[in-house]
């Protein structure tokens, strides 16, 4: 099989190279290396700036990325980004982070949708089986690596995670997709229409996902549907502008069988969101933004928990226009309420609790002489578990030339305590084996980048990161019974690097490579049995390798080849995979689209979380997709 599709893949570059001198091929606007550096970003000083001047280790994964990949879960898109590590825990379940600390409840990367965050108060983590969007409608997802919090504030520590949705009036008319395959099944529809001087668009989508599968062919019960609506609406006067969205959704699972007499029922989830944003550009060229959304949540998980949450946030932002200055200031306050009901192997006490975040920031870009920009920023955030956390940033940017940017970074960020860290308990019964700490505190990084972005001609460009976090009170557990306290530190160190290429007007290339190295180490002091080689600390590959070729092919056939080499993961034990995505589409017209999409089709199974006894094996999969405009 994998000799097949090393013919298959040679023999379609082979005849994109000999037919393409004297075809009619489709340009590839969306890739071009030009529009791609000249792209404005906002996540990484929050106002709108040139990727190629941001100073920051940021990889910006564009809609077309998304639809020439064939990805259909955000999870899976962000598998596109070079600077994440991304791995499978079961159907819907991923385990997602950047520069380590990567597990099954990583804690460490903030992710926002439109401006509401999605990380839940309950770890500090991302239920990736509550977080859907309509991918289609995507503008682009900005992937910084490293810490955020002078801006973004507590457990933006080792990246940011910014998805960014179309505005309503870049999506009128209709739109229709459906999928079906081996392993899964799906559809969605979006109308959107032109309303006085803003636009409107509502959607719906629905997906089904079959069991995976252990290593011996046993199907495990990780079925799952899920289905979700939404709308957005734009629209301006003058100078001031106006958002106003929302989105609800529910899924399940299939019941899980039983404990001893204990049943394990399905898994349901639930929720809705509802986010009002107004900007307004002032006379003197200032910018002012305030934002305010809602989030309902619930989720019944039998044999964890089953937690009832709302939050409430406000944010207000301010840029003061400059020459020399460009100061951006803002203050956010955010409440949070949640009901946990107990699992078999979870409890929380109290079982019910309400928390307030509040935060005010300041950030100026002071540009020096000599195509120097400094920027020095700082935020203070206060919870109620550690008070204020000072939070800090400084970074320097120099261009020796319009083309290239130079750049360093000095930070501090802290993964401040969530309700797991003080008022966990486990098992969901006595004598409990773990408990929450009572005196648990911030996670602390403090963090050295430097970064080269580079254009050196004009079919390529480049971007190289290496970073050093050096970390202190990090999570751990004393001995039996464990409580949890913060008595390891240590380093962790990196680099990571991507590249794009367009060799012709019809092939363009793009790789990755992310390695990082953890040294870290229990404090003097600590009694914790199991130390640092903890799936619940981290669990993370020491490299990552990515490539992804996409041809466009004559009579408006694409073939898009994305191939990742991942390496062991040390604990538990997962082994090194290399795996080959294919996507094969024809594009009918410019509003009709019918592909094939196959994905891990290098083996007939591999692993990529968990321990061997458990974890689920992802085989290969194909399915068929339509996308139609009307």
């Not at 309509?134 to 995670?161: C, F, H, Y």
């Not at 309902?296 to 937690?307: G, I, Q």
């Not at 509040?358 to 870009?365: H, I, K, S, W």
Request: proline share 4%; glycine share 10%; net charge negative.
């Amino acid at each position: 099989m994998n000799h097949r599709l090393a013919i298959l893949a040679t023999a379609c570059f082979a005849s994109s190279v000999a037919t393409a001198a004297d075809s009619s091929v489709r340009a590839l606007k969306e890739l071009s290396v030009d529009q791609l550096l000249d792209m404005k970003v906002t996540s990484v000083s929050k106002r709108a700036e040139l990727l190629s001047d941001a100073a920051a280790s940021i990889y910006v994964i564009t809609q077309d990325a998304i639809r020439r990949s064939g990805v259909t879960t955000l999870p899976e898109a962000l598998r596109l980004a070079p600077n994440l590590q991304v791995a499978r825990a079961d159907s819907v379940q991923y385990a997602i982070s950047a520069r380590g600390f990567n597990n099954a409840i990583g804690n460490k990367l903030l992710v926002l949708i439109d401006g509401r965050t999605v990380y839940t108060p309950l770890f500090s983590g991302v239920f990736w089986d509550q977080q859907e969007v309509m991918l289609e409608d995507v503008d682009r997802i900005e992937v910084i690596s490293g810490p955020g919090a002078a801006l973004w504030g507590a457990n933006a520590v080792n990246g940011v995670i910014n998805v960014i949705t179309r505005s309503a009036a870049d999506t009128t008319g209709a739109l229709l997709v459906a999928r079906s395959g081996e392993d899964e099944r799906g559809g969605a529809v979006r109308y959107g229409t032109a309303i006085g001087s803003g636009a409107v668009r509502f959607y719906a989508k629905y997906s089904e996902f079959d069991p995976t599968h252990r290593a011996g062919g046993v199907a495990l019960p990780d079925d799952w549907n899920r289905g979700q609506v939404g709308f957005r609406a734009d629209w301006g006067s003058g100078q001031d502008s106006f958002t106003v969205q929302g989105d609800t959704y529910q899924g399940d699972s299939v019941p899980r069988g039983a404990i001893g007499p204990f049943e394990l029922t399905q898994v349901e989830v639930s929720g809705a969101n509802l986010l009002g944003r107004w900007r307004r550009e002032t006379d003197g060229g200032g910018q002012m933004q305030f934002q305010a959304y809602a989030d309902h949540s619930k989720r019944d998980d039998a044999l964890f928990y089953r937690p009832t949450a709302d939050i409430v946030d406000l944010d207000f932002q301010y840029g003061l226009p400059g020459t020399k200055h460009q100061v951006m200031l803002g203050a956010g306050y955010r409440w949070g309420h949640d009901d946990i009901d107990p699992g078999f192997v979870t409890i929380f006490v109290p079982d019910s609790r309400s928390l307030q975040w509040g935060n005010l920031f300041v950030q100026d870009e002071i540009q020096l002489h000599g195509g120097v920009k400094a920027t020095l920023g700082i935020k203070l955030e206060s919870n109620d578990y550690t008070g204020v956390e000072v939070l800090p940033s400084a970074r320097l940017a120099w261009k020796p030339a319009e083309n290239s940017l130079l750049w360093g970074s000095l930070s501090r960020a802290v993964r401040a305590p969530a309700r797991y860290d003080r008022d966990v308990r486990f098992p969901g019964f006595p004598p409990f084996f773990v408990i929450g700490g009572p005196d648990f505190v911030s996670e602390v990084a403090n963090v050295v980048e430097l970064g080269y972005r580079s254009q050196p001609v004009k079919q390529f460009n480049y971007s190289v990161t290496a970073f050093v976090h050096f970390w202190d009170k990090v999570r751990s557990g004393t001995a039996l019974p464990v409580e949890l306290e913060n008595k390891i530190e240590g380093e962790i160190r990196g680099l990571e690097a991507w590249a794009e290429y367009r060799p012709f007007d019809f092939w363009a290339l793009s790789a990755g490579v992310n390695f990082v190295n953890e040294d870290l180490r229990l404090k003097s002091g600590s009694t914790d049995p199991v130390g640092v080689d903890n799936d619940t600390l981290r669990n993370d590959p020491d490299y990552i390798w990515t490539l992804h070729s996409r041809f466009d092919l004559p009579r408006d056939l694409q073939i898009d080849l994305l191939w990742r080499r991942v390496a062991a993961l040390p604990a538990p034990v997962v082994p090194a995979y290399s795996e080959l995505d294919l996507r094969f589409a024809w594009l009918a017209t410019e509003k009709f689209e019918l592909s094939v999409v196959g994905r891990n089709l290098l083996h007939d199974g591999h692993a990529e979380y968990g321990a061997a006894a458990t974890r689920s094996e992802y085989e290969r999969n194909v399915f068929g997709q339509v996308r139609w405009q009307f």
